[in-house]
């Protein structure tokens, strides 16, 4: 029914402002009308603007396969045409050969660095090697030594690391004088076929 | 579009005595301070109104007077005459918050009116007693402490004013079938000191009386009553 406007202050000074009008029922309705068309709108305009997304994201999607389905048949196509080139067939062979050959070589490296490593681990005492050769699994080595008891050690100590001596050796040089490091001195020249040792398993 | 929003709304003063029906548009805010509202006067042909409370002009005549006057303005603001009305003084704490203050009030009206409270237009004021206590001392049964913040709380009186709710239908359908819209219903004397006070604070030395045309069928206060209602119908 009815409602305060304003409180009057210390003796009723202000404009009195009845209003026997149910107004603000009238008004409270209005507005709770207007919320209600807000409320309307706002559903309607979300649910318009989602299915507009929506539509368009199906739109841009469905675009998107049929350019990738395009893209997917023009490498099909030129992978036809390619398989029908002499020259591509060669270079895949080539390239298989490399691949295949890549593994190798990497096994062999692996390989060559483990005989380093092992003929690095035994001190050549009395012994001066000249060439180290690796071929065909097998180490030849060419050198000096100052005495056969040198030479028998240090083919001792390559024996205890792995190395065997072939069977059919060269026979044991007389001693003979040349220059090394600015000095005259007289020593035996070798030459020593090894057996390389068994791979060994990384820990 | 913008220029019928910032236009100013226009109400339409309606003021109905024994002869006749007296009809006054508020002034436009560029005149507002330095002239009369526009006014028109329709006079009963037939036969003069007894009682304008318990008889109703024909609808038609205030559409005939609206039509002559030239007057666009649809909002209507209705004095209510002083018999009709039934004035109560309560007091109410300063505590309560408007729900609570009306529910208050409505429980208060209710067995004080003569007809059901569901029948009646009801609306009130506050206003706050000067140098009175909010509680009386002799009603002291709280803690000292309690009993002092009461007694520093204001005291609030609550003037209500209350109608039948069949007077002010009816009243409103006289205007519908007008082609009017009643917003505003307020008693004769609020609308006649809001002329007071306009005319107080007017520099034109013309509002100080009513037109001499006026004075042959209107009161000075039905002037007053009459301009006040052009002033307030434009407030909610």
Known sequence: MGCARWFIVGGGQAMSDFNLLPWREQLRHSRIRSWQWGCVLSSVATVSVVYGLDRAWDGWLAEQHAQQQQAEQTMALWQGELKSDAEWQARTRLAQQVQHDWVQLRQQQTRAWQV????????????????????????????WALSAGHWQNWQTALAVAGFSPQAEQSPWAEAQWRQADELSVKQHPFQLTLTLPALLAKP | MFSKRLRQPLGLGILINQRGLALAQTPTSNDAKQSLPAWHWQAFSAHPLLSFTSEWPEPHCLRWARQRSGFSAQSVAMALPPDKLLRFTFNVSSSMGPRQLRAHLQAQLAPVLPWPIHEALWDYQLSQQPDSPGIP???????????AAMQAQPAWQAEVLALPKSWAQACEQWCRQAGLRLVRLEPEWQASMRWQQFVQNSKAAVLQEPPVEASDVLSENEWAVLGGLSLGVVKP
């Open chain 2, 137 to 147: 001392a002799t009603t002291v049964t709280h803690p000292a402490w309690l009993h």
């Open chain 1, 116 to 143: 380093m490593q092992q003929w690095l681990s035994v001190p050549p005492l009395g012994v001066q090697i000249e060439r180290v050769m690796w071929r065909d699994q097998q180490c030849q080595v060419s050198g």
